[in-house]
């Protein structure tokens, strides 16, 4: 006598109901009792009937002829049947060239993005070489603008030396203080760091070959003028001289010419003839 | 039509009554013979033999199918897959496991109900599946003997089924046809599981004392 369970068991495996767990447990019941086995045999038998409950439809026509091609095609039990007879399966005759396709298709695609990328990447060249003449003209710019500024800046400090070189200059003009140098025109530049002086003069009288104009600075730290040299003007009367005081000069108060004789004298003898402070 | 292999041409009259030489009925056991025959030249590479059995089987196979599938053309799909297999697989058939009609019906349920499962669409098959039986068509082929003994065994599991009670019926109609699970038959039908398990387990006890007499 099978229990009522097990026949339900039975019945719902003849439509294949079981699952999982139930269906292992049952079957494992299955292969020890040949009893449950012939009843689940008897139900999957009945079962199989119930297809013919099913509204009996005509298949189509070409049903048939579908269905001989198809095992002609299935070759590992078809030995006899000629090689003409074998029709693919339609998905799988088409399944090469839709992979054809695809394969087009995709290769085209990268294709496309590849002249894409070729071209922005021709691109992206030019603008970064443009960049690059760009950087170079705008660096060249700047080193010329540099070198001009630093040449200006040059030349600002030369001539801001020379203004203050200048500044450090003393110009005198001396006066004539005889009757016969009334036109002659004498400008003395001295320079107190170097110690040196230039003694520009016209029209100054020539003086006998016995006689020399003597230069002299007078400088408060000393109780005689400095004596700063000789010259002799012969007949043109024009002279640009350059001039040195024999002994160190901290203040050129004034600058005086005398007329001396032949090679000057330590200490002024004498005609003062010019005078300038 | 002429088979060639030496089995079936020892009985070249019942062949021909297979198909549609002679309307009269062959009997339940005469039937599986042959068809077991055919099936057995198919194992040696007769086409003839195959076309035979898709004579004699077809209609009943498609038609399951296409009750499971609703779907004409999934049905010859799973048709021509079932032959296929029957066709490849012919030398592994074993008389004693069961009958060749219950081998390429079981075949053929077993794919239908594989497809609805992968469909995945079980809430339109809940809305879709008929649990009653559609009024038969009318058969195509009338005169075939194939046709008759389908249509007098058919005539019977319909008798079977008709002598079920209501809920019974339905139960073991959607336990067939409609590839729901227990659970979801359960709901389909709005009983409890257990329920449910109890019709089938009785509709087919109910079906075993009915039919075995008839066919």
């Not at chain 1, 730290?221 to 350059?242: C, K, M, Q, T």
């Not at chain 2, 196979?61 to 609703?70: C, D, E, G, M, P």
């Not at chain 2, 995945?120 to 003994?149: C, H, N, Y």
């Amino acid at each position: 006598m099978i229990p009522e369970r097990q026949e339900e068991l039975a019945a719902l495996h003849a439509f294949d109901l079981l699952e999982g767990a139930e269906k292992a447990a049952f079957e494992s019941e299955l292969s020890n009792s040949p009893e449950l086995r012939s009843l689940t045999a008897s139900f999957s038998a009945d079962a199989v009937n119930l297809t013919l409950a099913a509204p009996q439809i005509e298949p189509p026509s070409g049903l048939k002829v579908r269905v001989m091609a198809a095992c002609g095609a299935a070759r590992s039990n078809a030995p006899t049947a000629p090689a003409s007879n074998v029709v693919a399966f339609p998905l799988l005759r088409v399944a090469p060239w839709a992979a054809a396709a695809v394969l087009a298709v995709t290769a085209a695609w990268f294709a496309r993005q590849a002249v894409a990328l070729r071209d922005e990447n021709t691109s992206l060249r030019t603008e970064r070489q443009l960049a690059e003449v760009a950087y170079k003209m705008a660096q060249s710019q700047l080193k010329e603008r540099s070198l001009l500024a630093e040449s200006m800046i040059n030349d600002l400090g030369n001539k801001l030396r020379r203004s203050e070189d200048l500044a450090h200059l003393k110009v005198t003009a001396l006066a004539s203080l005889a009757g016969n140098t009334k036109e002659a025109q004498v400008i003395a530049v001295w320079d107190p760091q170097q110690q040196t002086g230039l003694l520009t003069m016209e029209k100054l009288p020539a003086i006998a070959d016995t006689q020399d104009y003597q230069i002299w600075i007078v400088d408060p730290a000393y109780p005689n003028p400095v004596n700063g040299g000789v010259f002799h003007i012969d007949s043109d009367g024009r002279v640009a001289l350059p001039f040195k005081p024999d002994q160190p000069v901290a203040k050129a108060a004034a600058f005086a010419i005398s007329l001396e004789k032949k090679g000057g004298v330590p200490k002024a003898e004498g005609p003062i003839i010019l005078l300038g402070k | 039509m002429v088979l060639p292999s030496p089995s079936v041409r020892r009985r070249p009259s019942v062949s021909a009554r297979l198909t549609m030489d002679d309307p009269t009925t062959p009997n339940q056991d005469e039937l599986a013979r042959l068809q077991a025959g055919l099936l057995h030249a198919m194992a040696r590479g007769d086409k003839g033999a195959l076309a035979q059995l898709y004579d004699s089987l077809a209609k009943p196979l498609y038609s399951l199918a296409y009750r499971v599938l609703n779907d004409a053309s999934e049905a010859q799909d799973i048709v021509q897959d079932v032959f296929v297999q029957m066709w490849t697989k012919s030398a592994t058939y074993d008389t004693s496991r069961g009958s060749v009609f219950g081998w390429a019906a079981t075949l053929t349920r077993n794919r239908a109900i594989d497809r609805v499962r992968m469909r995945k669409r079980r809430a339109e098959l809940l809305a879709e599946s008929a649990p009653d039986l559609q009024p038969a068509p009318p058969a195509g082929e009338g005169d075939s003997a194939a046709s008759l003994w389908i249509q007098e065994k058919a005539g019977a599991v319909r008798t079977a089924l008709s002598q079920l009670a209501p809920d019974q019926k339905k139960a073991i109609e959607l336990a067939f046809f409609s590839g729901l699970t227990q659970q979801e038959i359960a709901e389909k039908l709005s009983e409890p599981l257990g329920t449910i398990k109890a019709r089938i387990r009785r509709g087919l006890l109910k079906l075993r004392e009915s039919l075995p007499s008839r066919l």
